[in-house]
């Protein structure tokens, strides 16, 4: 036995397993569906929207959803100034130190 024996019969196995389960996947495809399985029969009325649990959807202004994107926005803009203006500070006061 030479030192990669155990590793070509690990690849050949792996590869008879794949080969097993493509063949399964393909005997499954070809045959007709046996009684055991069977699809789910759902009927779909694309009029209606979809109620769960016997709640409608609630609506959604658009005037409230661009309401909450400002203050997102304000609230991120007030941070990046904030943030900017602390960087610009400490540049000025580091130039400021270095060239006394």
């Known amino acids: 036995m030479t030192q990669f024996e155990p590793v070509l019969n690990c690849h050949l196995e792996l ?32 009029k209606k929207p ?3 649990d016997g709640t409608q959807p609630k609506k959604v202004d658009i005037n409230v959803l661009k309401a909450r994107a400002q203050v997102l926005e304000n609230k991120e803009k007030r941070k990046n100034v904030f ?15 270095l060239s006394t």
């Open 83 to 97: 943030i900017f203006i602390f960087i610009l500070a400490n540049l000025s006061a580091l130039g400021i130190y």
């Open 50 to 52: 979809e109620v769960i």
């Open 15 to 46: 590869i008879m397993i794949i080969l097993f389960m493509i063949n399964k996947t393909l005997e499954f495809k070809g045959s007709s569906v046996s009684s055991k399985v069977k699809p789910p029969d759902i009927e779909i009325d694309s």
